[in-house]
Structures are given as C-alpha cells and as structure tokens.
C-alpha cells in the first residue's frame, strides 16, 4: 500500500485532540491515570486552587526550561511546543466537562482506560513522526534520548516511572492517600514506551508527514541562530 502524504500540522491538531481526550479518559476510569499525567493530576488534587489543564500546563513548561537547559541551546520549536502543551491543558479541561458526564461501571471503566491507552500511545507516535514540535510530555522523552544516546523506548520508560515515584510521595506526603495512580498507572508505566515504538514502523509503513509551514520554521530558526548557546 502507498504511503499517504499527511501534513504534519494536521497531526499536531490531532495529538491536542486526542491525548488530551485519552488523559481525560484514564481519569474517568478510575484504574489510575499514564504516570506522566499522574504529575499535574496529583498537583491539582493536592492545590486545588488550580485546574488539572493549567497543572498540565506548568508541568510542561518545567519540562521545556530543563531541555533547554540540557541541550545548552534557545531553541524555538520549544518555546513552540510549550504553546501546544496550553493548548493541550486547555483541551483537558474541555473534554472533562462531557466524558465525566458519560456512564460509569466496571465494563465502562476498563473501555475508557482502554481507549485512554490506545489513543495516548497513538499520538505519542504520530507526534515523533510528524516533523513538528508536539506536547512537551511527549518531546521531552523523545529528545532526552538522543541527546543521551539512549533508545527512546527505555528513555519513556524511565521518564515514566520517574513520573510515578514522584506522584506517589506527593500523594502520600501532602493528601496522604493514593490519588491518580492505580493498576492502569503501573501497567502504562512499563509497557506505553513499548507499545509505542511497537505502533511506530506500522505507522511508518502507511502515513509520511510533511511539513506545509517549512519555510516559516526555517525563518524562525535562522532568527534563533544568534541567541542559540545558553551561557
């Protein structure tokens, strides 16, 4: 089958759309929420001054200022992608308003986790294909690797457990209980990276992104080029 010629900010709309829709249904499952989601939840249960969208959103600000840190460069396209991690909490805060609504149930439960699952691991995917600057939950994994030299299967992996131990000490230290994280954490914790990089040569096989604003990007970046080492 021939490869189809996607644009890559089509993909991008579509990853706000559906990891935020994937988030919002781990959370109405109640079998616990991806562990990198686990970190703004667990932050809105705990101040909960602020939304979970707006935890969302600072949380992936932190991560933006730490790659820029780490690669030692002011990189447009992260400055971009944290303009896509607002978007995205907002979307979070969207979606809650209808799926919270939706039935509740044991079999209800397991399908929203299972679509929460198969659409988060779906637009990570699509994310690190489509050439353009995505969530910062998603680029800072996908980054870190190839700034370490490490397979970004285990680079998720360890992101999300690290995730997780910091979601759990929160909910102990500061509500003392178990919030946010449950069976379904654990589970996408060890086997998310797994299932992505599983997805990504099917993806591959089918779908080529291009990027429709390149000429743009590439001004942007010529923009940056003075101001590109952090001293």
């Not at 979601?167 to 178990?178: C, E, G, P």
Request: glycine share 10%.
């Amino acid at each position: 089958m021939e490869q189809k010629k996607l644009p890559g900010e089509l993909a991008l709309l579509l990853i706000i759309v559906i990891n935020s829709l994937g988030v919002t249904f781990m959370t109405k499952s109640g079998f616990g929420i991806s562990s990198i989601s686990s970190v703004p939840y667990v932050c809105s249960q705990a101040f909960d001054f602020l939304s979970f969208g707006t935890w969302n959103y600072l949380f992936q600000t932190a991560l933006v200022v730490l790659l820029l840190v780490l690669s030692r460069r002011v990189q447009p396209v992260y400055l971009v992608s944290f303009l896509v991690g607002v978007g995205f909490g907002k979307m979070i805060d969207v979606h809650e308003i209808w799926v919270l609504a939706l039935p509740d149930g044991f079999f209800f439960h397991t399908l929203y986790f299972l679509l929460g699952f198969l659409l988060i691991g779906f637009g990570i995917c699509i994310g690190n294909l489509c050439g353009l600057p995505i969530i910062p939950t998603d680029t800072f994994p996908r980054d870190l690797s190839a700034l370490l030299g490490i397979s970004y299967g285990k680079v998720k992996t360890g992101f999300d457990l690290l995730c997780l131990t910091f979601t759990l000490l929160l909910s102990f230290a500061v509500l003392h209980r178990l919030i946010g994280v449950g069976i379904g954490t654990v589970l996408c914790a060890f086997t998310m990276g797994k299932y992505i990089s599983f997805l990504r040569p099917y993806v591959e096989r089918y779908v080529c992104f291009y990027c429709g604003t390149k000429a743009l990007w590439q001004t942007v970046k010529t923009a940056f080029l003075p101001l590109s080492p952090l001293h």
